[in-house]
């Protein structure tokens, strides 16, 4: 009889944590963004509207600062993996180190931070 409520205490409690994820999860609101792509610390530190140069965004994003986009009204938007377990993003955003981009994806805020699951990513011809 004891393992008998032991197993229902068990199930209930995983169907009540269930339940509450469900009712957390954000599906993110659809946009399009133009801004380019800086190492993140520089994006904050240094109060900058565009990357120094290209091979410094990648310089330090090779040692391991995430690059982010700036966004033209100023909005930094932190690039994010969607699945479990995440994974880091620079790899897709490294080849527009330093470049104005068109970004097109899925945002999430939380506490005025914004994140972006990036479903499409291109250059903007001339930085326009």
């Given at each position: ?16 944590l269930v339940a509450v994820l469900a009712l957390g999860k954000s599906d993110g609101k659809p946009v399009t ?62 080849p527009y180190a330093g470049q104005k981009v068109t970004a097109t994806g899925k945002v999430f805020q939380r ?18």
């Amino acid at each position: 009889m004891k393992f008998r409520n032991a197993i229902i205490r068990f199930t209930l409690s995983c169907l009540l944590l269930v339940a509450v994820l469900a009712l957390g999860k954000s599906d993110g609101k659809p946009v399009t963004v133009k801004g380019y792509v800086l190492d993140s610390a520089c994006a904050f530190t240094k109060g900058l509207s565009k990357p120094i140069s290209k091979n410094c965004a990648e310089a330090c994003a090779k040692a391991g600062s995430p690059l982010v986009i700036l966004s033209d009204d100023g909005t930094i938007y932190w690039p994010i993996a969607e699945t479990t377990p995440s994974s880091g993003q620079n790899e897709k955003l490294l080849p527009y180190a330093g470049q104005k981009v068109t970004a097109t994806g899925k945002v999430f805020q939380r506490g005025g931070s914004s994140a972006m699951v990036i479903d499409k990513l291109e250059p903007l011809s001339n930085g326009k």
